[in-house]
């Protein structure tokens, strides 16, 4: 089956320490996002990348950081320079070059205390 | 920055019924998309339309765009309570190659 897939699905961390989310798709999609939703929020774009080797900062990148070292993998990490992280976390795929529909996994739900 | 903002914020409908949201954006596109998310889980892709297009239909939806005014609107006829979820516009702006999302209209739809 083709698809993207998050993992895990519930993740809690102590203040302070960096946590990676990790993002996987076998769709053959070039692009991919990082997006962050907060409660009855809309989804705010963190990182994307449209190729390999290859991302750019998003709307709200302060305190993320990414890596594009395949084209199948978009890991995330939250690092502690991140204010407020507690978050729902989604990854998203598509053709590259925009004007395509993205295809989403399935989130990871992220609880900082 | 949120380009697209949707309107209502919140409905609520019984069960066959139409089901209207709009959606507003600030710049030039080169299309519109909508999304459906259902509470706790990752959004599901509705229907494209390009900025060329004005309207489009795909089984019981029909999307609308008004590139002049710089909106849109998504109408789910004869709703059923399978419809109650959040439903998200996304824009990719000329010239980027990124989405931006509306805050979302949360609909529910009463058996």
């Known amino acids: 089956d083709g698809g993207i897939t998050q993992s895990p699905k519930y993740l809690f961390r102590k203040e302070g320490q960096n946590v990676t989310l990790s993002c996987e798709q076998n769709?053959?999609?070039?692009?991919m996002y990082w997006y962050r939703q907060d409660p009855g929020q809309g989804l705010r774009l963190i990182y994307y990348s449209q190729i390999v080797n290859d991302f750019q900062k998003g709307d709200i990148a302060e305190g993320y950081s990414v890596s594009r070292e395949k084209k199948e993998s978009f890991p995330l990490t939250v690092t502690s320079a991140q204010k407020n992280p507690t978050a729902f976390y989604l990854c998203?795929?598509?053709?590259?070059?925009?004007?395509?529909?993205?295809?989403f996994g399935p989130g990871t739900r992220l609880t900082v205390t | 920055s949120q380009q697209g903002e949707e309107d209502p914020q919140a409905l609520s409908i019984q069960e066959g019924e139409n089901a209207t949201m709009n959606c507003s954006y600030k710049?030039?596109?080169?299309?519109l998309q909508w999304y459906r998310q259902n509470s706790g889980r990752g959004l599901v892709h509705l229907i494209l339309i390009r900025s060329n297009e004005r309207e489009k239909h795909s089984g019981r939806l029909r999307v609308t765009l008004d590139t002049s005014k710089k909106s849109s609107s998504l109408l789910i006829t004869a709703s059923r309570a399978a419809d109650t979820a959040s439903y998200f516009c996304?824009?990719?702006?000329?010239?980027?190659?990124?989405?931006?999302f509306g805050t979302g209209t949360r609909l529910k739809v009463l058996a």
């Open positions: 998203a795929s598509s053709p590259p070059g925009g004007r395509y529909e993205q295809y």
């Open positions: 769709l053959n999609h070039d692009a």
């Open positions: 996304a824009t990719d702006p000329s010239g980027t190659y990124k989405y931006i």
């Open positions: 710049t030039s596109i080169n299309n």
